[in-house]
Structures are given as C-alpha cells and as structure tokens.
C-alpha cells in the first residue's frame, strides 16, 4: 500500500520537523520541503500513466492539442505555484506566500489569453 | 522514493543545535555562527538536486 507509506513518511518528517523547530527554525523548513519533494517525486510517475491515458482520449476526441496542452500547463502551473506558496507560509512568511501566488494567477491568465480569445470570437460569429 | 534525505537532514540539524549550544556554552559566539552557516550551506546544497529533479519532471510530464 502506497499511501501508507507516504502518510508514515509524512508523520515521521512532521516529528522531525517539530523537534527541530524549537532550536534550528531553517532547517525545520528545509525538512518540510524535502518531504514535499520526495512524495511528489514519488507521485508523479503514477501520474505519468493517467497523463499517457488522458492524451490517448484527448487525440480519439479531436480535442486541438493547443487547448490540451495548455490545460496541462495550467495544471502545472498552479501545482509548483502552491508548493512554493505552501512552504513560505510554513516558514511564516504570508507577504511573500501571497506574491508567489498572485504570480502563478498572473501566468496562467496570460497562459490562458489565446482560449479566451477563440472564446470570445465564437461568441462574436453567434451574435450577429 | 527516499526517506533517507529527511532522516540525514533532521539529524545533520539535531547536530548543529548541540555544537552550537556547546560553543555558546564555552564563549566562542563567533565559531557557533559559523557553524549554524556551514549547516544551512550542506543541507542547501543536498536539497538543490531535489528541486531541479522536481522542476524537470514537471516540465517532462506538462511539455512545458
């Protein structure tokens, strides 16, 4: 059982970073990313095969591989932008959480202008 | 996946706290500086693989 793991992994790192935090607060920090880290890395290679399978759909569909593509980017996008969103407000920094998203929203709208603008000339050709 | 990295962190900070609150104890301030410095750097240094493997793989899997 996969999740077993990660949740023991998850609750061995969280002592860890919780006996640490009193004395060395940075390295408490760095202990929390780590784990972040090493379960995704351990995750997205599960990931892969739905992403394989999602793609194979996708092509049967007809989907334009433009809007697919910029879906996954999107996706991407807002998984890094929380991670590192995450760990600053972890480590107690909010001001700096909070640009680090307002970033990541401000990328994936200009990621998702092209679509917006197909949107709207569609909607132009159906109102005469 | 490896745990490993956590337990090597956790323990490389568990003996930067003593060294430290041993050179605080024996007066030597500015070596106790130097050491919680030199901490931080290894453990930067370990974790740096990490988050470019990470950065990579997402940029693989999304074509980025």
Redesign the interface.
């Given at each position: 059982m996969d999740i077993m793991?990660?949740v023991a992994?998850g609750i061995?790192?969280t002592i860890?970073a919780v006996?640490?935090r009193g004395?060395?607060p940075?390295?408490?920090v760095?202990?929390s990313?780590?784990?972040g880290?090493?379960?995704?890395?351990?995750l997205?290679n599960k990931?892969?095969s739905v992403?394989s399978v999602l793609k194979y759909f996708a092509g049967k569909a007809n989907i334009d591989i433009l809007y697919f593509?910029t879906i996954?980017?999107v996706?991407?996008i807002a998984?890094?932008t929380e991670f590192g969103a995450q760990i600053c407000r972890d480590a107690g920094e909010g001001a700096i959480a909070a640009k680090v998203e307002l970033a990541g929203k401000v990328l994936i709208m200009v990621i998702a202008i092209p679509i917006l603008a197909a949107l709207m000339d569609i909607m132009l050709q159906i109102i005469p | 996946m490896d745990v490993n990295l956590i337990f090597k962190i956790a323990a490389i900070g568990i003996v930067v706290a003593v060294l430290n609150r041993v050179l605080n104890q024996s007066g030597r301030e500015e070596m106790a500086m130097m050491t919680t410095l030199a901490g931080v750097v290894v453990v930067l240094m370990m974790i740096i693989n990490l988050i470019s493997n990470l950065f990579d793989s997402v940029r693989t899997m999304f074509h980025l």
């Open positions: 793991k990660i992994a061995i790192a860890l006996l640490l004395e060395r940075e390295i408490a760095v202990i990313i780590v784990t880290l090493v379960i995704f890395v351990f997205i990931l892969n992403m593509s996954l980017k996706i991407a998984y890094i | -």
